[in-house]
């Protein structure tokens, strides 16, 4: 090995090093030539002949690689992190991000939340990729992140504000509780259910109760027959495409999925686990193409699941489905009797399971009454003779509530409200008489029994205000007392989501078409109402 090449292309450090080593290794060459210690410059030790060739050879190649280690020591990524994500540019962000990712360092976590709201609402590339590269870093630290900001996370990277809180969901209960509100229907929702039901907690089965909608099928026939009906649903996500630019660092994408694959961990396990993937992008490649994923089952399946998973009981006993069957033989006496017993069956399964939740301490006692069913009756006429027209099957009588046209209204408005509250839907108010005059009777026999106006109500707490018995709530609302029908959509506080519908000006001759306008833009404004927008 020759000494003068390696000596000519690395500092002075290891000519430093040797005589340390030399010392160490071999003390009684060190004490024959006690020069070696005050030397700086290793020829002439070389020279004197000391050790060796061999020996000097191997110890001055340790030497070399011993100054290399210690010239190369290891960024301090926590200090540039700190340092770049109170830079101005995103891209300067975008490496803060990455060096706190690199630096283990959980105490980044204030600065990384800071660096991430002073760009939330910017949507360039270039900021999105700073906002996921800040993220990836709080990801990257486990960080435990106050339920405030993680809810401003989630209000765009929902997928990553629930990673996060998969470290310690009991701290953000409520928070979960208001998501599931707005996410319910996809990967998120399922997430988030999984977190709540990991917690038993309270909040999740009332969501799960007053968001079921179940659809019961009469099948009339002139013998006995049994069918029963299931489906499936599925839905997608998607990003639009961009390149990491040249000078960013990698990106981490961070993903939830249905199903296990490449890459995936089990984030949050449930009736419908949730896995994570994620997704390195180096500078120079393209990220965020569309992606989509198939979902379980429909969404009222899932709430069915659910619901027998808090109670710890096998699907099947749960005795519900989301399309159920039932078989009905055409008398001439008795088969509305028939029919309306089972529906009523269905209707008793739910509240058995509402007083079984009650009784597991799943659900608040004072909620127990406030429960209903959302189900729907379709009536399959298959019999061979249908010249006897079937019997129309008369709306439920519920306890409270008064039944116009075909709908079930509250009568008392703050239960009403509580229940918009509860449940996230607006009010439909409806001021009239019950059975009021020929206008109002008019408007019950035609649009509140259509089947789209029935169909459209399910997203609404119906409450009807007698303007002839209820004078005071009349006129603090402005209406008119012994009114015509008469249609308004507020939120829960009160404030109005679209026009009035006024039957006066027409005698309460009101189309369907009108209500289903009515309705669609009240149910329109309140989503964006609920949304921030």
Known sequence: MSLSAPARGISAAPKAIFPTLVAHFFPDFFAQSPTLGSLTNVNPCLGANVLPTTMRSALYSLAILTAATAQEAPPDHAARARELLKAPSAQQRAWGGWHATQSGVESLTPQLLRAFAEIEKETSRDYRLAQLAILD????????????????????????????????????????????????????????????????????????????????????????????????????????????????????LHKLESRAGDGCQLLIDGPYPVYHERETCAPGKAIGASRSFKLWSDANEQQLHYLSALLDIPHRELELSREMSRSVTYRKTG??????????SVHDRFHTIVADLVQANLLDPALERSFRLDLSVEINDERANKQTPLPRLPPRNIPGMVVIGDIAWHQDLAAARAEARRKGKPLLMHFGEDPGCEGCQLFARGPLRDPQVIAATADFVPVFIDTLKDKETTLRFGERYGSYPVLRVQDHGGHDLSDRLDGNPVAGKLSIEQVLALLKKGLTQSRKKQAGR
Not at 197 to 215: E, G
Not at 335 to 344: M, Q, S, T, V
């Open 137 to 252: 870093g709080l990801i990257a630290l486990k960080a435990n992140v106050p339920s405030p900001e993680l809810g401003r996370i989630a209000a765009k990277h929902t997928g990553i504000a629930l990673i996060l809180i998969a470290h310690k969901p009991d701290d953000h209960e409520q928070l979960l509780a208001t998501m599931l509100k707005q996410k319910s229907h996809n990967i998120h929702g399922a997430a988030i259910r999984n977190l709540l039901l990991s917690m038993r907690s309270k909040t999740l089965a009332p969501h799960l109760l007053d968001s079921l909608r179940l659809k019961l099928v009469l099948i009339v026939t002139d013998g006995p027959l049994l069918l029963r009906g299931s489906g499936s649903g599925s839905s997608g996500i998607g990003c639009g495409s961009f390149r990491v630019p040249e000078d960013f660092p990698p990106i981490t």
């Open 335 to 344: 088969y509305l009797a028939d029919a309306i017993a089972e529906r009523e």
